[in-house]
C-alpha cells in the first residue's frame, strides 16, 4: 500500500521569502510519480509540478521545485520567492505504475504573511 | 485548450434522494478519475475510467456508480444519499497514454462539485 505524510498542518511565511514544504512517502513500488497540487479556497486542485522515480534531476517549474531524495522517501516542495497569492493548501500525491489512482498526504495550509 | 468542466458546481440535497454528477475531460483526455473530498478523510479516490470501462475503484459502497461515455465525459451517481456524503467531488482528466497507468500521466482537475445533504 501506499501511503503520503505531510507533517505541517499549517505553515506562515512572509512574503518573498522561500518556503520547504515537507512530504515523505512509503511504497514498495520500484515506479511511481510524485505531485504536488496548489487548492485554493475556490476548491479546484492546480497541479504544481511532477517528478518520476527514475528521473536523475530533480524537477522545476518557474519558483517551484522538486527536492527529490530517493533513498529517504522524501519529495519536499519549494517554493522561491513566495507571494501573497501562494496562499492555499498544498497537496503530495502519488501513483504507481498501473494504477491511475492518486494517493494524497493531508495538506499543508500556507499562508503568506505582507 | 480548454480545462475540465464539471456541472453543477453546487448541489444541495435531502437524505435518501440520489445525485448525478457530470465531468468533461480536457479534450483527447480519455482516462476521468473522480475523488471525494471531505475534512474528515481528506481526498479519497473513488474510481477511474478509461474508454468507457472502469479500470480502477477505491474502498466506497456500491451507493457510489459511475460511467463513461464514448467522448470520454463521465458522470458519477450517488443513491440514497447519507448526511456524510456532504463533499466535494472533483474529477480529474489524464491522457491515457499507452494504454493509461503510466505514473507519468498527470491528472488535471475540475473546479469540482461541492454537494451538501440535509
Known amino acids: 500500500a501506499q501511503k503520503i505524510t505531510q507533517t505541517q498542518p499549517g505553515m506562515f511565511v512572509q512574503e518573498k521569502e522561500a518556503v520547504t514544504l515537507d512530504c515523505t512517502y512509503d511504497t514498495s513500488d520500484p515506479s511511481y510519480g510524485l505531485f504536488w497540487y496548489k487548492q485554493p479556497s475556490s476548491g479546484e486542485m492546480i497541479f504544481l509540478i511532477y517528478q518520476g522515480s527514475y528521473d536523475q534531476q530533480n524537477a522545476t517549474e518557474g519558483r517551484y521545485s522538486l527536492n527529490f531524495q530517493k533513498a529517504r522517501k522524501s519529495a519536499n516542495l519549494v517554493i522561491s520567492a513566495s507571494q501573497l497569492g501562494d496562499s492555499a493548501m498544498y497537496f503530495c500525491a502519488m501513483k504507481r505504475t498501473g494504477n491511475e489512482k492518486l494517493t494524497f498526504g493531508t495538506g499543508t495550509r500556507l499562508t503568506i504573511i505582507p | 485548450k480548454a480545462g475540465v468542466t464539471q456541472t453543477p458546481r453546487y448541489l444541495i440535497k435531502t437524505r435518501g434522494q440520489q445525485v448525478t454528477l457530470s465531468c468533461s475531460p480536457i479534450?483527447?483526455?480519455?482516462?476521468v478519475s473522480w475523488y471525494q473530498q471531505t475534512p474528515g478523510q481528506g481526498l479519497q479516490f473513488l474510481f477511474e475510467y478509461f474508454s468507457e470501462t472502469q479500470r480502477n475503484k477505491g474502498n466506497f459502497p456500491g451507493r457510489f456508480s459511475g460511467r463513461q461515455f464514448s467522448n470520454s465525459r463521465s458522470e458519477m451517481n450517488v443513491s440514497t444519499l447519507e448526511l456524510g456524503d456532504s463533499a466535494l467531488y472533483l474529477c480529474?482528466?489524464?491522457?491515457?497514454?499507452?494504454?493509461?497507468?503510466?505514473?507519468?500521466?498527470?491528472?488535471?482537475f475540475g473546479p469540482g462539485t461541492r454537494l451538501t445533504v440535509l
Open positions: 479534450s483527447g483526455h480519455r482516462s
Open positions: 480529474a482528466s489524464s491522457s491515457g497514454l499507452a494504454g493509461g497507468n503510466a505514473p507519468t500521466d498527470t491528472q488535471y
